[in-house]
């Protein structure tokens, strides 16, 4: 497994169904202390160490409430301020003399043009070293025991209703992977299949061995076939639940607002949202909304009428059913059809439906326009006290891309962004850009990355021009909060 | 629309969540009279009428209870016991001095080994004449409100647990599909957009029209656009729902047990398993099982506890958990999950979970392999009287392929078959034989797509020999029913 090189996006864009209580970390990262973590062995290629993170560590969160980004652009007192402005605009990399981000990847951002007071954007760029863990006796693990693992994690947090819970995951997200990868660092690097149970107190894997079985059904007379990369999809998705929890825990206190979509890499033990790859666009994420996540959200409130309210009815019209139209036939669909058909317009229908509108207008009850993300957990229904949390979902779509099936050119990249960037360009666009701006630069460049950022974020921000930001094309530039890194594929050298 | 030929493939082999009261339809089939639809104006191509279905007409359940053979097969008495022999298992065809089937239709079935009493597959192959709704005042339509329209239809129903349910399902499906068009008529012939609301009374449509908006919220500031396939789409998943009630109503009555998957395409005003085309195949259904349904399954386990009834778990491990593990950390996936993580086993892990085994294995509630279907309302988990229906879903899976978008070749085929023939036989496998059979046919010869439909048959069935029915390969045949259609996309000569 150590030979190969894996990766996966995690991607979660705006789940439904409470999610049941996850297993607890013994030491979950804490949010009030101790900075990221630190990788005690540098990787092998690029000199990268701890610290190209966000914000500073040691604070508490009211300390870092008031506006913050990334340390690794190294802004300056005077620098956060340019940074912050609405009307300028400026884009913002990291500076050319300071370290480079780890794997040479590019970076750039640009506030908003005043559609919050600051940035609610976050992003985050780290190598994070995952120790086993301790042996049961508590001491310190023998050197006999293998080494640590290194995962290569890039983050981008598009924060709603305030940059809080944005901040908070950039700082906090990639530990709760670290805590979740502590059990799994024997077993990843054991090419036998995992030990399907372990002992009850953490230490040494695979005591209790899974070839014993039981059962006289014949759909137990064999064992799943478990991947350790299927072991790696269940510690992102798991560290994905911990962190909302870790939120609804401390929002409890401080009466924080406010969440944020995600957009996550991790790269490890050699696998890895766009990927443009030979000038072939390849997608790695998908928008999570109230339209492509209806039905999702349709069985929950069908199953789960007591979180409609009375106020709300799961079923889908094509526009709202008037109560003139009482008795007349309306075009609907419920959580289980992807065709319309006809029915009777009942006293229940009148009620709002759950998901309505299109585009970026469609709403989840009239209020929000994603459907997954971390926080939210005070999010009632506009005028009510209805919580919106139990039809969001916490829960990432983890795809993994295996970077040792195909030998990548130094044009081949991976491009990470937020709504800022997404809303304004297709793929087809960025991937011109791509060729366009790489093409300009030697291939042993590594600059050419940060161009390439900059480049995409100019790109969708535009000039001011006509009372706003515009595009060459005089259509409107994005008005959001515009965040991109760009990965290289050909990535920190080689993979073996 | 009517220039456009249109059908779509409902395929639900083997969905959860208790579905909602559908829409009553005024005039519902009724299982014990009434022959099946007949085209009252035969389609242009092939001389088809009516009667091509199943089973005699106009007979009672109980009556019909005993043995039947699709009546397009034309069996003698002789023909049905000879049908019926599970040491010969001879394949049936239509005869070649019979009318052919709609379309120059390829169908041959075979019994299977022993493995139950009689066929429980079914098969149907009918045209349907659908008249529109009558006016309001209930007077004869006027000619000026357009004709009726034709589909052509084709079932397979592959029966578990005794074949009532299937043969059910063959006789009246393609009637309930009927009934639901009706009210799409006039709509489907209207090149304009649906109307979103029709008149309380069943009539003229579109006198509500759907032009007035209300509602300040910006998300109600645009209504849906409803296509017309979509409302074709909504008219089958509906179809199927009232099937399968009207499977509830008369089972509580006559204590039928068992229940049937079903394969159906339904071929209207010009759209259409696998599509094998110009050597290309395109699959056009999948398999809903206990493995390719978990996360649903999973997910109505966990909103609604109580349906399983403190027997189950929702959670999956990769074997049964033990007694004596409890403390240990046993590797498990939620309904969220699609990777694996550890958790500490508890008391209630140490339950049945509601999914278990791998393959043709695969258990829900250790009962059932197959996760949708018609029927079963009366099943219950072995030695328990915890109810299965609420996790079976009777909702088809419905695809729209356009035969307008592609010039159809008379080597171009769609294949449906049951399990008895995807058992044993790949995609490749299939696509080898459509080679092997049409080439050695005159391209004209309709008799070639029986002949193709016999060979796959009797290439899924093999031949006696070393105790069992074996494959060249000398591995075993099938030794389910098998039933195949040979469907020729270049169909009824023009789709114009």
């Given at each position: 497994m150590l030979n190969r090189v894996r990766s996966a996006v995690a991607h979660l864009v705006s789940s439904g169904g409470a999610p049941p209580p996850r297993p607890k970390s013994p030491d979950l990262p804490n949010s009030t202390s101790a900075p990221p973590a630190a990788p005690p062995q540098a990787?092998?290629?690029?000199?990268?160490?701890?610290?190209?993170?966000?914000?500073?560590?040691?604070?508490?969160?009211?300390?870092?409430?008031s506006f913050s980004r990334p340390t690794f652009l190294q802004l300056s007192p005077g620098g956060l301020r340019r940074a912050d402005d609405h009307a300028g605009r400026a884009v913002q990399s990291p500076p050319d003399t300071g370290r480079r981000l780890p794997w040479s990847t590019g970076y750039a951002e640009v506030i908003n043009a005043g559609k919050s007071r600051h940035n609610e954007d976050q992003a985050c760029c780290e190598v994070v070293y995952v120790e086993g863990r301790r042996s049961v006796s508590g001491a310190p693990r023998e050197p006999s025991r293998g080494q640590g693992l290194c995962f290569y994690y890039w983050g981008l947090f598009d924060g709603h209703a305030g940059g809080r819970a944005a901040e908070m995951a950039?700082?906090?997200?990639?530990?709760?992977?670290?805590e979740q990868l502590k059990d799994l660092v024997e077993i990843l690097q054991d090419p036998s299949p995992p030990p399907l149970c372990l002992p009850s107190t953490p230490g040494a894997p695979g005591s209790s061995d899974s070839s014993h079985l039981v059962g006289p059904q014949s759909c137990w007379s064999s064992q799943k076939e478990v991947t350790h990369e299927s072991l790696v999809v269940g510690a992102i998705e798991n560290a994905f639940q911990l962190m909302d929890e870790?939120?609804?825990?401390?929002?409890?206190?401080?009466?924080?607002?406010?969440?944020?979509?995600?957009?996550?890499?991790?790269?490890?033990?050699?696998?890895?949202?766009?990927?443009?790859?030979?000038?072939?666009?390849?997608?790695?994420?998908r928008e999570f909304t109230p339209e492509t996540e209806r039905q999702r959200l349709q069985t929950l409130g069908f199953l789960k009428p007591e979180l409609l309210g009375g106020e709300f009815t799961h079923l889908e019209f094509p526009r709202r059913v008037q109560p003139k139209e009482l008795g007349q036939r309306m075009l609907y669909r419920d959580q289980n059809m992807t065709g319309w058909a006809y029915k009777k317009i009942e006293l229940e229908?009148?009620?709002?439906?759950?998901?309505?509108?299109?585009?970026?207008?469609?709403?989840?009850?009239?209020?929000?326009?994603?459907?997954?993300g971390l926080g939210d957990h005070n999010l009632r229904v506009c005028s009510s006290t209805l919580p919106i949390k139990p039809f969001l979902s916490s829960f990432p779509e983890v795809r993994v891309y295996d970077l040792t099936q195909y030998e990548h050119c130094p044009d081949d990249v991976l491009v990470l962004g937020t709504d800022g960037l997404w809303d304004v360009t297709s793929d087809c666009e960025v991937a011109a850009t791509v060729d366009r701006v790489l093409s300009a630069y030697e291939p042993n460049d590594p600059s050419r990355y940060t161009a390439l950022a900059q480049a995409l974020v100019l790109g969708a921000r535009g000039t001011p021009r006509d009372r706003g930001w515009r595009l060459p094309n005089n259509k409107l530039g994005s008005g959001d909060d515009i965040s991109v890194f760009v990965i290289p594929l050909g990535g920190p050298g080689s993979y073996s």
């Open positions: 990787p092998r290629s690029p000199p990268t160490r701890a610290g190209s993170g966000t914000a500073a560590p040691a604070k508490t969160v009211e300390a870092r409430a950039s700082r906090l997200l990639h530990r709760h992977i670290r870790q939120m609804a825990r401390e929002r409890r206190g401080h009466q924080v607002e406010g969440g944020c979509c995600a957009l996550v890499v991790v790269y490890l033990l050699g696998k890895v949202a766009i990927i443009v790859r030979n000038g072939e666009i390849i997608p790695m994420s229908d009148l009620r709002f439906p759950l998901v309505c509108g299109e585009g970026k207008k469609a709403r989840m009850m009239a209020t929000i326009g994603v459907t997954r």
